[in-house]
């Protein structure tokens, strides 16, 4: 039974993705991805910012198919990040994990409180019932994450991680011990 009542379905806005559509037309013409799997051919997972200057398969030079992409705010190792390896790892393919946050992340520029302040000054919506989880040092942040991966008890053991920090001026990752 559908939670919605279709008779009252707003409209596709096409005139505001317009630009979506056309480049997905135009992507259309020269698709050549149709034979590919739903898994990582490279046995891949890269959690990444949702940043658009990271371009994960490019950089670590890889192609459609070969790696699992997990994006969010920060390149953070959240329930739900944890959730989809879970899935990947057993499901699709993924024997190894790279956790690579990238300089220059508005995540990293303040502090929880700080980024509160600043969406109710400016929008007056309160967000404080949100962790962001803003990091104050990267290198640790990312520590704790590949720490938390490696740790989790539900993600098969033989799982390999590790971490990396991108460089959005140079393209340059830089691994990390943790």
């Not at 890889?62 to 329930?79: E, F």
């Amino acid at each position: 039974m559908p939670i919605y009542d279709a008779k009252n379905l707003a409209a596709f806005p096409t005139a505001a993705f317009s630009d979506v559509l056309e480049g997905n037309h135009e992507f259309v013409q020269t698709f050549a991805d149709s034979g590919l799997t739903g898994r990582a051919a490279k046995g891949l997972a890269v959690v990444t910012c949702m940043d658009s200057r990271i371009a994960p398969l490019h950089l670590l030079g890889m192609q459609a198919g070969d790696v699992k992409i997990i994006r969010n705010a920060g390149a953070r190792v959240t329930d739900d990040v944890l959730r989809t390896l879970i899935l990947a790892s057993y499901l699709l393919g993924v024997n190894r994990v790279l956790v690579m946050p990238h300089t220059d992340c508005r995540m990293a520029s303040a502090t929880e409180s700080e980024i509160h302040t600043k969406i109710e000054a400016e929008f007056g919506i309160n967000t404080r019932s949100f962790e962001f989880r803003t990091v104050a040092n990267q290198e640790e942040a990312l520590i704790t994450d590949v720490v938390r991966i490696r740790s989790h008890p539900a993600l098969p053991k033989d799982l390999v991680v590790g971490g990396a920090i991108y460089d959005v001026h140079t393209g340059r990752i830089t691994p990390v011990s943790a």
